[in-house]
């Protein structure tokens, strides 16, 4: 029964439509976008186990960390095995994640939080992230930006349906939000298990030298690798040793650093900027930010493909950097100035996700395209770690000094504005590859021939 789910049992047959793939990418990335979604937990979960931000932020963190570790390690696992398997192992590890997890919360054992939303959980979430992206960007070489930003748009509007659903499953079980996280992990495993196998169940992988019709690969230009783009590229070993690898690494970790430290306190930040914001506000706010995350996906990594994936980044870095300087100076003047600003760059954020991948096809090509950006995601999970670190041990600090509101933030968003103007360097030094002689042929296009 499970050979279902090998790769040669998911080929697309003749006249099969390639827009039939972004609903099934969807339907993962929706599912697993849940992450951005649990600053709601957040205040519950500080109260159920009596302990710090620092702690309970701590969870996310591990979440993210094995993010990126198991797309790094899993990216050519992916490749060879296909999306259907990747999913439906996404899944398995998601919806158990929050079962383990739940079980945590009801017998008071924190580090079983850790193991199952964090660590497990995690594992699902890095399977689940890359098995999309690169199966799309196959069916799309003609429109990468807009392909990857199709799945990743998912991601970032999970939270647009996790934050009122967890927020309403809160309100509903118990007499405290705390007494009803028990609840609301079971039945969002659940439900999340079932889309995910849904998705699984219906992608497909384009058949060996798949093109879309009328669409030939671009020319070789001066200074690009002399392969051609769309079926062949530089391995993910070469890839790794390139100087141009290590810097877009620097950039999507500075990127997101800057944009996970205010998405993971979303509803904690929001309530200390302006008094008057509740619980039910501050999780409309998460909704909010899950909205412009989930549309700067698609819109910017879209516009990348007209702009160029350099000059996007010139715009995310250089503009996010004096957007977190607006905040900082001037963000309790106003609710709507603040909502707005922290919009925009919640959308970079999201953006900046979504144009990496094509970044990646651009510089290295699509043959082992999915296996070199999971690699490279082991910058999302160091980000995962220093994003949400900064802002809650910050946060910490200023509240045993006798500070409050803004002010336990005011340190953290200048901070934040020096690791964008880090990441903006980097990227105006990448450079193309310098020509090289081809290391795939059209035969090793195919990723279940790819070398291990």
Known sequence: MLSFLDRDKSVAPPGYSRWFIPPAALAVH??????????????PLVERFDTTLTAIGVVFSISIVM???SAAFGGKWVERNGPRKAMFVSGLCWGTGFLIGALGVATGQLWLLYLGYGVVGGIGLGIGYISPVSTLIKWFPDRPGMATGLAIMGFGGGALIASPLSAALLDRFGDTPADAIVPAFLI??????????LGAMTVKVPAPGWRPDGWQPPTESPGTPAVDPATEGVSVERAFRTRQFWLL????????????????????????????????????YVGFLSLCN?????????????LGRKRTYIGYLGLGSLLYVLIAVAGTSSVVLFVAVTGIILSFYGGGFATIPAYLKD????FNVGAIHGRLLTAWSCAGIAGPLIVNVIADQQLAAGRSGADLYTFSLYLMVGVMVVGFVANALVRPLPKAAPEATPQDADPSQARV
């Open 30 to 43: 929706l599912s697993i976008g849940q992450v951005y979604a649990f600053s709601v937990f957040k205040t």
């Open 67 to 69: 993010l990126g570790l």
């Open 188 to 197: 969002l495993g659940a439900v999340y298990f079932v889309a995910m196998m």
């Open 249 to 284: 690494w620097i950039v999507l970790f500075c990127n997101v650093t800057a944009g996970i430290g205010i998405l993971e306190q979303a509803a904690p930040m929001v309530q200390d900027f302006f008094t008057g914001v509740g619980p039910a506000e501050a999780a409309g």
């Open 294 to 306: 989930m549309l700067g996906r698609f819109v910017w990594s879209s516009t990348s493909d007209l």
């Open 363 to 366: 510089l290295f090509g699509s």
